[in-house]
């Protein structure tokens, strides 16, 4: 074994090398986790079917249905049955395919339901040097315990069911380290959301990203996550962050975590994971966190982002900017503050923890939503549900006249009943401001549950420090 | 998968950088449990006005658009969601390959093991193929180029296996399925 200091993706990659690559083929990598949903499973299984073939690794695949699944209680547990019959026969499918295959799901009255990438770490099922995927993009969340975690197309999710194997090209690393600490008001969507301004949306296009630093290292496992997340929309294949104390305090005692003697061994093998000193990446970024402000979106990508306390950039004559502004109905060189707010969205897998319900709620408490405005909160999972309620944020949501529903992805994706109608302005906690992403002609601004929650409170686009106290 | 050794069509151009899968294929379409039928759908809100008509400015609307079998798009084609539904409406609309200077990494993948080519070209180049839609290319899997209509050819880079398994129209499940030893004595090495 070579002894040249290797980076924690190289550890965890060369582990789960069933067979090497050469220039003729990719390598097989071996995959610890398969997360499986409605919406990108049911062409797998019929490949399945067609060649006779079993599930291979059942222990190893986990399923459950957060895309389609709509997020009314009386839908979900009334009885009710799900609008859209093209999306119940998709749950339906997944529920008999499950069963037909000896796949565990947790299925839609399960209480451990909830979008796949907020229950895969709150299982403790996500754990360090693991490789994780799963057919949704949004797989990178799981880089934030230190695993290499990333999204396949059908086509892999059937290799993955058939082989518990990937054929995959190794990718190249990139460095993002952040200096410095954040300020009060600033969290983990601002900077990721800096960092995906500064690099660009294809930034990371055929990188693993590891992210250092002070600032990453101050943040919680939820914050972690909400930066993980979010590594595809700067074009990467995975996010990952180096295991540390935050991270076995968070995973000690989850339930499908090691437990006794097995967890002491695995914590010492998760400490020889992060990235040896001297360790070279193919690409270095440095950013100052502490010059981070919190910040919002104003085009059609996760790119096209300022400070709230900013202006949208004027225009250069580029053609494309020009059609997302139209598109948004916002002004070249305009400032983006006190934009009006119709729809705000608080939820998904971006930023649907414990912590972000908690944050939003901070600032609501005692106010109302500003009249006009609709605000959805939508938790991450049905145990994201209960902690909450266990602690009354549901109440604080509620009495501000917020919505407070079943966990899902909600109007994230708007696929499920859950949309933002045409020409609204919605400020979105979720992952992208695509056109049409949040409905049909639905004009997305991304931002943190901080801003979201201020965003409610005033009715316009406001800085959230403006409503914190001290 | 039929094999593919050689394409030759004239091409529709949409400028637009970083198109991204929501707007191949919207998500309210992803409710299928079939692969068929997407072509329809494909670019739905910028093909189609809210009443459903064609919109006639739309350059996969064009009549001189009718049968182009292959996509130049500006710079970081693909990005966003993993959905595979973006390749299977390509191809069932018609495609049979996409050209950019950049293209996502979980949508090139779906591309290749669908059989639609994604095929990466330099600044220079797609800047001439921008500027002329309806050029009739000539993409050779084969010898990896693509060639203008001026006679101009341009080698383009494809890992060598996804080549491999297009040109034989090698099923990737088949090749794995074939290393099941390797993979049960890894699975015995470290006991997972």
Not at chain 1, 74 to 80: K, N, Y
Not at chain 1, 319 to 341: H, N, R, S, T
Request: hydrophobic content about 40%; overall charge neutral.
């Amino acid at each position: 074994m070579s002894r040249a200091p290797k980076t924690m993706f190289e550890k965890v990659w060369e582990q789960h090398e069933v067979i090497p690559e050469t220039a003729d083929t990719p390598a097989v990598l071996f995959i610890d986790l398969h997360l499986i949903h409605e919406v990108t499973s049911p062409q797998a299984f019929t490949v399945l079917r067609q060649h006779g073939l079993p599930v291979r690794r059942t222990d190893l695949t986990l399923g459950t249905m957060d895309h389609s699944t709509p997020t009314r209680t009386e839908q979900v547990f009334g009885g009710a049955p799900i609008a859209v019959e093209s999306a119940a026969k998709q749950v339906r499918e997944l529920e008999s395919n499950c069963a037909a295959f000896g796949v565990e799901l947790l299925g839609m009255h399960n209480a451990q339901r909830g979008i796949v990438h907020i229950i895969g770490p709150e299982l403790g099922i996500t754990q360090p040097a693991k490789t994780v995927v799963c057919g949704d993009s949004h797989t990178s969340t799981h880089g934030a315990v230190g695993a290499l975690a990333f999204g396949i197309g059908t086509t892999e999710v059937g290799h993955v069911l058939a082989t518990q194997c990937l054929l995959q090209r190794k990718p190249r690393t990139l460095a993002i380290d952040i200096t410095g600490h954040l300020r009060p008001g600033v969290t983990a969507k601002d900077l990721i959301l800096a960092i995906i301004g500064k690099i660009g949306v294809s930034g990371g296009t055929g990188h693993v990203l590891e992210y250092r630093g002070e600032a990453i290292r101050a943040l919680d496992m939820d914050g972690r996550m909400t930066m993980c997340n979010m590594s595809i929309e700067a074009g990467a294949r995975a996010g990952m962050i180096a295991p540390d104390e935050t991270t076995y305090a968070y995973l000690e005692g989850r339930p499908r975590a090691p437990q006794g003697a097995a967890w002491e061994r695995a914590v010492e093998r998760w400490k020889q994971l992060p990235t040896d000193s001297g360790a070279r990446f193919d690409k270095e970024v440095t950013i100052d966190g502490s010059a981070v402000e919190p910040m919002i979106t104003y085009g059609t990508h996760p790119g096209m982002v300022v400070p709230i306390s900013g202006s949208i950039p004027t225009s250069k004559g580029d053609a494309v900017f020009e059609k997302a502004l139209a598109y948004m109905g916002l002004q070249a060189g305009a400032p983006i503050k006190d934009q009006a707010v119709n729809v705000v969205f608080l939820g998904s897998c971006t930023n649907g923890r414990l912590s972000d319900l908690r944050s939003a709620a901070g600032i609501l408490r005692g106010h109302k939503v500003a009249k006009g405005v609709h605000m959805l909160v939508v938790p991450g999972s049905q145990q994201v549900k209960k902690a909450a309620e266990a602690e009354g944020l549901h109440k604080i949501f509620i009495d501000a006249g917020a919505e407070w529903r079943e966990s899902g992805c909600s109007m994230c994706i708007g696929m499920n009943g859950d949309t933002v109608g045409k020409g609204q302005y919605s400020v979105s906690t979720s992952n992208r401001n695509f056109e049409g992403r949040q409905g049909i002609g639905a004009r997305t601004l991304l931002a943190s549950p901080l801003t979201a929650a201020a965003c409610a409170v005033r009715g316009r686009v406001t800085d959230p420090r403006d409503l914190m106290k001290g | 998968m039929e094999p593919i050794k050689t394409l030759r069509s004239r091409t529709v151009v949409l400028p637009n950088t970083n198109i991204d899968t929501d707007q191949i294929i919207p998500a309210r379409f992803l409710t299928t449990t079939t692969r068929d039928g997407l072509g329809q759908h494909l670019f739905s809100e910028w093909r189609y006005d809210a009443q459903g008509a064609l919109r006639p400015d739309f350059a996969l609307n064009r009549p001189e658009a009718q049968g182009c079998q292959i996509l130049v798009a500006g710079r970081n084609l693909g990005c966003g969601s993993s959905r595979e539904h973006a390749p299977w409406a390509l191809l069932d609309y018609g495609f049979r390959a996409v050209v950019s200077t950049e293209i996502a990494d979980i949508f090139r993948n779906n591309s290749l093991k669908n059989g639609l080519l994604p095929i990466v070209v330099d600044e220079g180049t797609s800047r001439w193929l921008l500027e002329h839609p309806g050029a009739e290319l000539t993409i050779d899997l084969e010898s990896a180029t693509l060639t203008l209509p001026t006679g101009d050819w341009v080698k383009f880079s494809i890992e060598a296996f996804s080549r491999y398994c297009l040109l034989n129209g090698v099923d990737e499940l088949g090749f794995l399925l074939g290393r099941m030893s390797d993979i049960k004595a890894y699975e015995q090495r470290v006991q997972v």
